[in-house]
């Protein structure tokens, strides 16, 4: 597609649920990155995807947190047995491969954990 | 290792003056650079970068960045604010030697009428 694309765009779930958050990264785009946003904070980096690499898992706050790429386009963030600081919007980004390339990011899911 | 730092959190301008919004870092090798905007219940978007070459970058929305080896700093400017520039603005590098970028926490610009 022409831009990242992010969904669901809003999610609102209740504690202790599981939650999907889908992104469908630049066609082309090697790289897929996940971020999050807190109100009012900075983004906080939770996972890189790069190609058929083993992806960095190095930013996931928790083991409730997990993330997988298909076929090297689609990525899926999971996040089970939701708590309320898991509130947050979560960010999607892409790009080619070479850190001096822009990364290109998606409108966000905003995920509200009641 | 690289990283940016904003150091202030927000920024307040009247409409027609110029602004600066303050980004430094600090690198191991030669730096690349980033600016975002994100406008109110929006993603991220893309300003502008220095890899290479000349110290000004030109980008989106008439903002262009000041590129200072000598002060490790790649401040944002535009020289006549608009209202509609009010948005969280964030400086990005990679981080070390790997493809992520790590993002500053970000200035909040106003401009006032």
């Known amino acids: 597609g022409a831009g990242v694309s992010q969904s669901p765009s809003n999610k609102v779930t209740e504690k202790g649920k599981d939650v999907e958050l889908r992104c469908d990264p630049i066609?082309?785009?090697?790289?897929l990155y996940w971020y999050r946003q807190s109100l009012g904070q900075g983004l906080e980096f939770l996972i890189y995807?790069?190609?058929?690499?083993?992806?960095?898992k190095s930013g996931l706050p928790s083991d409730r947190f997990s993330a997988e790429r298909t076929g090297g386009s689609v990525s899926t963030l999971t996040i089970q047995r939701t708590q309320q600081e898991d509130s947050a919007v979560y960010l999607c980004?892409?790009?080619?491969?070479?850190?001096?390339?822009?990364?290109?990011f998606g409108e966000g899911s905003w995920l509200t954990v009641v | 290792a690289q990283s940016v730092a904003q150091p202030e959190d927000q920024v307040n301008v009247a409409e027609g003056n110029p602004l600066t919004v303050k980004c430094t870092y600090s690198v191991s090798g030669n730096p690349y650079l980033f600016w975002y905007v994100q406008y109110p219940n929006r993603g991220l978007q893309f300003l502008l970068k220095?890899?290479?070459?000349?110290?000004l970058v030109k980008g989106s929305y008439g903002f262009e960045a000041e590129f200072n080896k000598s002060q490790t700093s790649f401040h944002l400017k535009k020289p006549s604010a608009l209202v509609s520039d009010s948005a969280l603005y964030f400086c990005a590098a990679p981080s070390g030697g790997s493809y992520i970028p790590t993002f500053g926490r970000g200035t909040s610009l106003i401009v006032h009428p």
């Open positions: 066609s082309g785009h090697t790289a």
């Open positions: 995807f790069q190609g058929n690499s083993a992806p960095d």
């Open positions: 980004a892409s790009s080619p491969i070479f850190s001096g390339n822009t990364i290109y």
């Open positions: 220095y890899i290479t070459g000349d110290n």
